[in-house]
C-alpha cells in the first residue's frame, strides 16, 4: 500500500481564495482524521469520520472550514474565504477500528496564506 | 482543562546513552497511550501504545512506561543512535471505548549527538 497520500504538497493562495487540501487514506481503513499543525499550538485535531460519517468536528475553528468524504477512498478539507491564520501544516491520518491501531499519516500539505 | 505536557526543550543525548522523554498529563482518564517520531518535513510516524491497564512494553531498543497514578508515561530508548534524532510525540486517547481523535502533545527534540 502507498500508505496516506495528501495532495497537494504545498500551497499559496492570496487571502480571501478558497483552499481545497485532498487526502486518500489507506485501503480498509475506517477512520479517517484531519489534524492542523503549528509551532505555536502542535498538533490540533480539526475532524474525523467513520465509515464516511463525521463523527467529532468539534475542532474546526470556523465556519470558513468544512470536510467531506463522499465515499471510503477520498477526503477533502476546504477552507473558503482562506485568511493568513490559516497557514499551517494539514495532515490527514487513517486507521481501522479498535483501539489497538496506531495511526498512519499522510505527508501533509503545507499552506501558506498570503 | 485537559492538558498534556511534554519538555519543550531539545534534548541532547550522547550517542551509546539512553534517552529519557517524558510526557505528562492532567485531567484525562486515557484508555491508552501512544508515541509517535516526527521528521522535519513528514508526518507523524507511530511507534508504541500502551494500554491503562499496562506498565510496560518494549519494542526492540524503545521501552514505555504508564504510569496513570501519577499521570505520566515515560519512553525510553536504549543503545541511542544520530538516526533516533526526532521530534518525539505522545497521544491520549479518551476512555470510554471506540476510536475517538487522540489528543497530542507538542513533542520533545531529540539531538543524539556522535
Known amino acids: 500500500d502507498a500508505g496516506v497520500i495528501q495532495s497537494p504538497r504545498h500551497e499559496v493562495t492570496e487571502m480571501g481564495q478558497e483552499v481545497t487540501l485532498r487526502c486518500k487514506p489507506i485501503?480498509?481503513?475506517?477512520?479517517l482524521f484531519w489534524y492542523r499543525q503549528t509551532m505555536m499550538r502542535g498538533l490540533e485535531l480539526l475532524i474525523y469520520f467513520n465509515n464516511n460519517v463525521p463523527i467529532d468536528d468539534s475542532g474546526m475553528p470556523e465556519d470558513r472550514f468544512s470536510a467531506k468524504m463522499p465515499n471510503a477512498s477520498f477526503s477533502t478539507l476546504k477552507i473558503q474565504p482562506s485568511e493568513p491564520r490559516d497557514s499551517a501544516v494539514y495532515f490527514c491520518?487513517?486507521?481501522?477500528?479498535?483501539?489497538?491501531?496506531?495511526?498512519?499519516f499522510g505527508s501533509g500539505t503545507r499552506l501558506t496564506v498570503v | 482543562s485537559q492538558k498534556i505536557e511534554q519538555n519543550s526543550e531539545a534534548l541532547n543525548i550522547q550517542e551509546g546513552k539512553t534517552a529519557t522523554l517524558t510526557c505528562n498529563y492532567t485531567n484525562y482518564s486515557p484508555a491508552y497511550l501512544q508515541w509517535y517520531r516526527q521528521d522535519p518535513g513528514r508526518g507523524p510516524v507511530f511507534l508504541l501504545l500502551i494500554r491503562e491497564n499496562e506498565k510496560e512494553k518494549r519494542k526492540e531498543r524503545l521501552k514505555v512506561t504508564f504510569d496513570t497514578t501519577l499521570k505520566q508515561s515515560l519512553f525510553h530508548i536504549t543503545a541511542s543512535q544520530p538516526a533516533d534524532s526526532a521530534t518525539y510525540l505522545c497521544?491520549?486517547?479518551?476512555?470510554?471505548?471506540?476510536?475517538?481523535?487522540?489528543?497530542f502533545g507538542k513533542g520533545t527534540h531529540l539531538i543524539i549527538q556522535p
Open positions: 485501503s480498509g481503513h475506517d477512520y
Open positions: 491520518a487513517s486507521t481501522r477500528g479498535g483501539l489497538a491501531d496506531g495511526y498512519t
Open positions: 497521544a491520549l486517547a479518551p476512555s470510554g471505548g471506540g476510536a475517538d481523535g487522540l489528543t
